[in-house]
């Protein structure tokens, strides 16, 4: 499991062992629930119990804005800002062709489906800064501008960060990015 | 001295005892030297040991470009990056009233000067994201948006990092700061 080491493991299992026999019943129906319960929303892709997340549920969200992110955890460290209001699409990775991942494996041809269908006015690339974010940028960008409005989230300075100590790729980055200030 | 505590001020001062006298001579001259002849260039307040700095000098450098940074430290960050071929205006520090800052210890009105009696097209603020830089940003903004057209840097996630750990400040910042992608 991801960031569990030997030692870890071996602490964990120990410990698991000294558990009632119902607690570790009740752990591992927990477990098959969970496999079992949480699948993909039909809309978004995001994880969740029924047809479809609470967020594509949701009628007080922003239906005309569409949020791509890579991943689950990337949708929710944008809820946890609280600003976004609109809805999201799990792309489910990114293109890395050294990987062997092409855009046919990604949830890219739902997202078409979606916003060709929907009142979408807006679709927000919300990817990491790196060679794989930038070049699905780009390949959903070149997709999906026929359509709607493309739009990506900025890259530069992280709030709180020094200049002096900011690396020479953020700063070009930052310095591309600039804006008017009214 | 910054960065340098008790033990390494031991050290290194035990270290400069062990030197010959000729060394210590010299490098005790080096020390006066620097203080004596090196100063702020007459135009930008960047570091310099004539009147104006080898960046103001330079004729190849786009004259109708000034960045405006806080100290010569930010400056030598950006001309790190090796993107940025305008010229530079060296603040001395950010606002902070909580300090008793305000702008008139600052190396403003240099500033207005030089933009109203040069060709200058563009100002870039290139300030840090917190609250002494947004404070410093906006001032300068106001000030200046009647000569001439004024940008800032892009706050963002800086390159390289992960969505997912970004803080929500900056996640917030990067949604708002976003740009249509062509």
Chains 1, 2 share one sequence.
Not at 51 to 76: G, K
Not at 136 to 162: D, Q, W
């Amino acid at each position: 499991m991801p960031g569990i080491g030997p030692r870890t493991a071996q602490r964990l299992a120990l410990h698991l062992l000294r558990q009632p026999e119902e607690r570790i019943k009740a752990f591992a129906n927990a477990l098959l629930n969970a496999r079992n319960q949480v699948g993909q929303c039909q809309q978004c892709f995001h994880l969740t119990e029924g047809n479809e997340c609470e967020i594509c549920l949701n009628q007080n969200r922003q239906r005309n804005l569409i949020c791509v992110v890579a991943d689950s955890r990337d949708l929710l460290a944008l809820e946890r800002t609280r600003e976004y209001k609109g809805l999201y699409h799990v792309l489910g990775g990114l293109i890395s062709p050294m990987d062997g991942i092409g855009p046919e494996l990604l949830n890219i041809s739902p997202l078409v489906k979606r916003i060709t269908s929907e009142e979408t006015t807006e679709v927000i690339l919300a990817l990491t800064p790196s060679v794989e974010g930038d070049t699905t940028s780009l390949y959903l960008a070149k997709l999906l501008n026929a359509f709607v409005k493309v739009t990506r989230i900025a890259y530069g300075l992280p709030v709180g960060s020094e200049l002096e100590y900011a690396d020479e790729v953020t700063l070009a980055r930052a310095l591309e990015g600039r804006r008017t200030v009214e």
